[in-house]
């Protein structure tokens, strides 16, 4: 019994203690983790939750190693409106790292917004669906949260 109960500790303090494997080839420069995040719910919660796990990403890999693409639609354009100033401070902080930040132009149409009232650095597509989409084909790591 004491034997049993000593094995097991072992075991979940192994398990406690792994780390991650990488998939080959292993992230580097010359082969990054490509990333795609969408924030499509508007509030707070929502936003600054996408933006931390992005956050999370860059750090685990080093920002060298992942080309990440954050892309606003729906509610979740709200995430890259300059009069949000504690979510654009964020943005302007994960731009710093690369990280691109893409607006989805039909909702902007349908919200009457302005490309001015964008956090500066945003990128516009016609579609922020069909920008997923198309960097899933290519690829690319699509994470919903």
Known sequence: MKMTL????????????????FAEPKPSFDSPRQVLFSISG??????HHVLSTANNVLKF????NVKMR?????????G????????AVRVDAL???????VACGNTMRTKKIDKSELVEGS?????????IIERVKEGWVYIKL
């Open 6 to 21: 000593l094995f097991i500790y072992f075991m979940m303090t192994a398990l406690l203690s792994a780390e991650t494997v």
């Open 123 to 131: 990128e516009i597509v016609t579609a922020g669906i069909v920008e």
């Open 42 to 47: 508007g509030s707070d919660e929502e936003i």
């Open 80 to 87: 890259l409106l300059k009069k949000e100033k504690d979510i």
């Open 61 to 64: 890999y080093g920002p060298e």
């Open 70 to 78: 954050i892309v606003a639609y729906y509610q979740g354009i709200r």
């Open 95 to 101: 731009m710093q790292y690369d990280v691109e930040f």
